[in-house]
């Protein structure tokens, strides 16, 4: 499916060695976003070490990129041995780029690689008044429910096939040759 994205923006996985721009990402986003993509105001030191820990846990970061910096990110994280079927997910989406498909676009993308990992069941956690995230997961049929002043949206994930591996295979690549290029124009202009 075409995803339809900001010009020039490009939704890719995030390599090895790339932890930084996804904290810049992170460091970046206004108060309300980061108060709602962490469930609460937290420090740059909290996020810096978010991102050294989640780098080092077996989590799949999608990002969203524009002139190579990344504005958006979705992240897929395991929830354990105790239940292999589940994992959580986490959006953010830099305020400029806010409600212009990015977020939907990284959903899509954290749905294929959940499935291909066999998670069944994907938890989302949000606050109570963040309508957006709310509009967004129902958008994929996530079933929500209330409790105290989070939602949890829970996303039936469907089962992997040769398709929708393939599909997540397609995306790696396509996002590999498009960082190589992006790498090579930065070089380029040095
Ligand atoms: C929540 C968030 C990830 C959504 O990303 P986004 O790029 O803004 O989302 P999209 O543009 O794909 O819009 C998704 C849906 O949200 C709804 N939406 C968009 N803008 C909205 C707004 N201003 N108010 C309410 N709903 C809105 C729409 O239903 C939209 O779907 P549609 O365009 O098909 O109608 C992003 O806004 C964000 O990063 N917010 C701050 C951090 C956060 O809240 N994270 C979630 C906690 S895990």
Redesign the pocket.
Known sequence: MKEILPEGGVVRKLWIGEAAKYRDHLLRLDAQ?RR??FSGGVSDQFIRNYVELASSLDTVVHGFFIGGTMRGAAELRPLGASSPREAEA????EQP????????ALLRRTLLAARNRGFCLLH???LAD????Q??AR?FDAELSFDFETVIGEVESSRPTPLSLMREVMSDSHGFATAMLDLQSRMLRA
């Open positions: 976003s709602n993509r986490a959006f953010s989406v780029w806010q409600s212009h498909g990015v977020g939907s989302m956690a949000c963040n309508r957006r995230m509009q967004l958008k």
